[in-house]
């Protein structure tokens, strides 16, 4: 079986090259295609930080393993880490976080164990990365959550769980006060937590969750979130099991998948063989699982659990009364220990979960078509316009554009209304939300919209019009806070 392996930058090539050791004293039936990734890429002027024979055999091979790389800053390039997760819809991040003896944490010591897996959205969210500037002092970025997104995210979470023998998968989301965001989320989790009714599945709102999360870890078992809340919530759980170097971390898809390291190059000791490979070899672990080879990932993660307990340790976590070793001793202790098994840490269970992927060959990007079919209509539209205008004056000169059934309803400033009622007391930006619904029964046409643009462009530079949509009886768009 062969992958494509990218070392990466910084401590990067030393914990790969340690880890691909470990794998060949293992003697695993893997090949090894190099490709070239990474800052030193983009310096070579490859825009996206690959290069197109890079991209090729990683969509040829679909398994990719990774070490940490560098966005070049100042330059406007995006970060090759996120292209390459969101290219291949990579749609999992999956990251389980669990207590290891010999990696001592408050809850260790207190004797509490924590055996958690995270499940973040890959794709969606803030990380589209769409944003604007609507004046010069305000900043917009779009939010994306789709149904087939959310779909193929919480059914990964719920197959995991169920083939985990997991107790409880929480969806944790702030669907009270994005409701249509994370509302379609929590929706998409409940509709698809009735197809698993053996699992016990919950929900719980993302602040509390972290509350709880470092009250009582324990409690929880498979969470599910939205990307950027999941972003947050998997590193505070790296910070409950002793850091970013013991949380392995997998990008799984349909057709490619990701395994990395989630720790970033550490700079600051790149080329000193200090670094810990612990995270890297995790993930690779993680990347034998999801290739079938069950028993091998098991007799080295055995061997690393060995390892740990006996006090072996990097420079970077550990008992400091004993002397570190560096990564390549780290590593070939590991070797050594292959065959022995860990006492005070739980033994890897056997067999884990194992994802199959799809391997058709694509010829076409796959749609995510959702199954509701609701009659559509436009009622009516919001425009976001640059004004210093106060809110009754800017009210008096949108009025005028009032015609037939379209008024008028709001004026908002950074999501709270201002008009027609509203206090004097909130504080403005230079960039307000008007909005005007219609009260036909006859819905509006794009059209109509467009006259309005242009009537209302002769008073205002506007920077953005939203569209005011209903499906069946459903209104498609929030209310302004104190609407
Ligand atoms: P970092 O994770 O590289 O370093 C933070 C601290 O942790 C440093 O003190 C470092 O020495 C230490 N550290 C990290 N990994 C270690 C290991 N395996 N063994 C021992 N100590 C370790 O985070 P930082 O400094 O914010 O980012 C450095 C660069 O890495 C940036 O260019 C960033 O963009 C990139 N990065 C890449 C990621 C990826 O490829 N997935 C993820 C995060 C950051």
New binding site residues.
């Given amino acids: 079986m062969k992958i494509a392996v990218a070392k ?5 090539p030393e ?1 790969m090259e340690a880890v691909i050791g470990i794998f060949d004293a293992a003697k695993l039936p893997l090949e090894y295609q190099y490709v070239d990734m990474g ?1 030193w890429v983009f310096d070579k002027g490859f825009s996206i930080g690959m290069t197109p024979e890079a991209k090729e055999a990683i969509e040829k091979l679909g398994i990719l393993f ?6 070049p ?1 100042g330059k406007g390039v995006k ?3 996120v292209t390459a997760r969101k290219t291949w819809n990579t749609y999992a991040n999956d990251r389980k976080f669990q207590t290891l003896s010999g990696v001592d944490t408050v809850f260790s010591k207190a004797g509490i164990n924590i055996d958690l897996t995270i499940v973040r959205e890959n794709i969606e969210d803030t990380y589209g990365g769409i944003e604007h500037m609507l004046t010069q002092d305000v900043a917009i970025a779009r939010r994306f959550i789709t149904r087939g997104g959310s779909e193929q995210v919480i059914r990964y979470a719920f197959e995991m769980a169920q083939k985990k023998g997991a107790r409880r998968v929480t969806c944790g989301h702030k669907a009270n006060i994005m409701k249509l965001t994370d509302g379609l989320f929590l929706e998409v989790f409940n509709e698809i937590a009735k197809e698993y009714p053996n699992l016990k599945s919950d929900d719980i709102i993302v602040d509390d969750l972290c509350m709880k999360l470092v009250s009582r870890p324990d409690l929880f078992d498979v969470i599910v979130l939205t990307n950027l809340q999941g972003d947050i919530v998997s590193d505070l759980c790296a910070g409950l099991v002793g ?3 013991f949380a392995p ?1 997998s990008n799984i898809g349909d057709h490619i998948s990701i395994f ?10 790149a080329g000193k063989n ?7 070899l995790l993930s690779g672990l993680n990347m034998l699982r999801h290739l079938g080879m069950m028993e091998k990932a098991v007799m080295i993660e055995n061997a690393l659990l060995y390892t740990l307990e006996s006090g072996v340790h ?4 550990g008992d400091k009364s004993i002397p570190s070793v560096n ?1 390549t001793v780290f590593a070939q202790t590991i070797i050594d220990n292959f065959g022995k098994q860990p006492i005070q840490n739980p033994k890897p269970s056997l067999p884990d979960f194992n994802f199959v992927p799809t391997n058709s060959a694509i010829t076409k990007n796959p749609m995510l078509l959702s199954s509701k079919n609701e009659a559509h209509k436009i009622v009516g539209a919001d425009f976001f316009i640059e004004t210093t205008l106060q809110p009754n004056e800017l009210a008096a000169v949108a009025i005028k554009q009032e015609k037939d059934q379209l008024k008028l309803v709001t004026i908002s400033n950074r999501g709270t209304q201002v008009w027609p009622t509203g206090s004097v007391f909130t504080n403005l930006v230079n960039q307000y939300r008007i909005r005007f619904e219609t009260e036909a029964t006859t819905p509006l046409t794009q059209s109509d919209v467009l006259d309005l643009y242009t009537e209302l462009s002769k008073d205002f530079r506007i920077s953005s019009v939203e569209i005011l949509s209903m499906w069946g009886d459903k209104k498609a768009y929030s209310l302004a806070q104190g609407q």
């Fill in positions: 990466g930058d910084g401590i990067g914990i800052k990774k070490g940490p790389m560098e966005t800053k970060s090759v880490n850091g970013l170097g971390s990395e390291a989630v720790h970033g190059t550490a700079p600051d000791i200090i670094a810990n490979p612990t995270s890297l990097t420079g970077d976590f990564t």
